[in-house]
């Protein structure tokens, strides 16, 4: 990865097809995941894009698509959940990759007692996925990440790890936010629009990337090492950023 050059992206167009990160992207990052909020002024601004664009906007997240709707509240919206795991396209059918029940079965038995002595650290089953959360107890990064590469350095179980802001998440390997949005830019409304990925994290490097092969516009929010090409400083300025493709169409 190399570090993005300063500077805001080009003007946005409706012509484009929109990937959206959720929280550090769209919304401030909270404590514990259930702590995030959501205002009308943003619903209103994700329900405004994804008309004016003919619909070729999708949030792409590690939340749960369940999750996603019961604060986005917008049953139309295209939705890939749990980093690609889970995708819901234009049309509303549902795509899933999952992982055997019985293998993160086994791995939340294998935390039990290491949730139990560190009360700092949240256990987060999103139901594909197993999320640890140290947010609570950033003193534990080093033990948490060695104690979750553990499962996913069994070849056999087909894991993989997925770092992010405070968390290291369990998940089926070879599934990414990148494979969602190659996957939306297979299917209309999004097939042939120039790409557009907007994340803050680690997991959203795999957007960047599948972006930028095509010529796409990546956009990291925030500071830190990045292969997107472009970067806008906080949440408020990427508000501002989407609102602009939205300006002479009330």
Known sequence: MKITRPGRP????????YFLDVDGTLINIADTPEAVLVD???????????????????????RMIADLQSRIK????????????????SSGRLWIHAAPPATKSAIKEALAPVLARHPGLLLEDKGLTLALHYRLAPRLAGYVHRFMGRFANAPEQGLELQRGKYVVEIKP???????????????APFKDRRPV??????????GFAEVNKL??????????????????????????????ALKGTA
């Not at 390997?173 to 299917?187: N, P, Q, R, S």
């Not at 990925?197 to 795999?206: A, R, T, V």
């Not at 010529?215 to 400083?233: E, N, Q, T, Y």
């Open 10 to 17: 080009p003007a946005p167009s409706l012509n484009w097809a």
């Open 40 to 62: 009308q002024t943003l619903l209103d601004l994700i329900e405004n894009l994804h008309r004016a664009s003919g619909g070729a906007m999708a949030l792409v997240s590690g």
């Open 74 to 89: 917008l049953p139309q919206l295209p939705l890939a959940g749990l980093h690609g795991l889970e995708r819901r396209d």
């Open 173 to 187: 390997a070879g599934i990414d936010k990148g494979t969602a949005v190659a996957e939306y830019l297979a299917e």
């Open 197 to 206: 990925f907007i994340g803050d994290d680690l997991n959203d490097e795999h």
């Open 215 to 244: 010529d796409g516009i990546s956009i990291k929010v925030g500071k830190g090492v990045s292969c997107a090409r472009f970067r806008l400083p906080d949440v408020a300025a990427v508000h501002h950023w989407l609102g602009e």
